[in-house]
């Protein structure tokens, strides 16, 4: 008796393609792979703009705006401002101080690669701040989804590596890529200097650490990924050849990324004359939480803890956190990344355990992790894909509710 054929399995995305008229069909075949890509971050930017000025229409007079500020007003508030300070009147070459003789918020916490490329542009079109910093944000955003594509194609299907790039546009904290701060521009070199990673291109990566170093802090976790890539890399040089030459590009930028690490220090230290101007900056951040202390590595999270939680539930929470961070680079499918996406989350993860104090800015702060969106945008299933869609965008809301809109004496900074 001859048997049926099975039923071959239809995914959910070629059903959906299935669905599409026979023209729209051919059309999307013959599209190049950056308009679909672009579509995506077009399509989330409708979303998030439409959550924003929701937003501003209820935003009450606050100590950026008055009530019910328009768009560009209202993605120039917080830490905006401060890169429009760098912008018109540079740093202080005396740092100012409090009335308990401890160093005051000031400047010099905040980097000079962004601010330099929206005053450019002011220049050249003679566009006001607020809106020339929304485009150059909005800019480098589109181009870090491009970038962040391609990266994922080369650790993901092309199916999986397209939802990925929904996810990176529709994450909870993606409306800060069209605001007046850095991390637009910063994620855009930074999914750059990956790729550049994955593809053993170490000569490029001297310009693009730079930039990336003079955008955000981020040269010494760089650094650090590049240190596990070169130890990797010569443990399994049997099977994976690892030339002389690649050897010492590679450790020439390992090292170059470390001391673009320590050169904003530097530089505020020359200015100022002060050899801690820069940590004692940062350090003033979080003294409303935790009063003025000297920054001792790896302590900033269990004070955070400490001070969240109490004792002992503060510090088992951290040390949960601990745990549970390094059981997740050991998963199955943040193993499917590879080892240099790994790397640099386990190498981003460790640097801001150890310098950094954890409040409501440190989920802005975990935006660098991006990779891990490859790992999460791996299930097939409909129902899985729009559900987490469906979450990041609430989560965009919740967001901007708890860390952007300013409710008084605001205390949640983005």
Sequence with gaps: MRGTSP??????????HRMLPDRWRSRARLAPWWAGVAGIWVLSRVVTTTLVLILARVQGANPWTGASPDY????????????????????PAVLPVTSTGHIGENAWAFLPGYPAVVRVVTFVTGAPWAPAGVVVSLAFSLGATL????????????????????????????PILQFG????????FLTL?????????YVLLFPVVTVMAFTRPSGLAFALALGFHIVHRWLTRRSDPFPAAERVTAASVTVFSALSGFAWPLIAWIATGSATAYTDTELAWRSSYIGYQQLVPFTAWFQGGIWWFGTPLGIIVVLALVVGFAVLLFTPAVRRLGVDLRFWLAAYGLYLFAVFFPQSSTFRLLMPMFPVLGAIAQPKRLWY????????V??????LLICWGVDGADWTPP
């Design 181 to 188: 701060y850095a991390e637009a521009m910063y994620l855009f």
């Design 394 to 399: 609430l989560g965009q809301w919740g967001w």
């Design 147 to 174: 970038v962040f594509y391609r990266l994922m194609l080369r650790v993901q299907g092309r199916g999986t590596a397209l939802f990925a790039v929904v996810l990176f546009c529709v994450a909870p904290l993606t």
């Design 385 to 392: 894909r729009i559900g987490i869609v469906v979450l990041c």
């Design 72 to 91: 560009f007003d209202f993605a120039n508030i917080w830490d905006a401002r401060w890169y429009n300070i760098v912008a018109v009147s540079g740093y």
């Design 193 to 201: 200097a990956l790729l550049l990673l994955l593809e053993r291109r």
């Design 7 to 16: 039923t071959p399995r239809v995914l959910p995305s070629q059903a959906v």
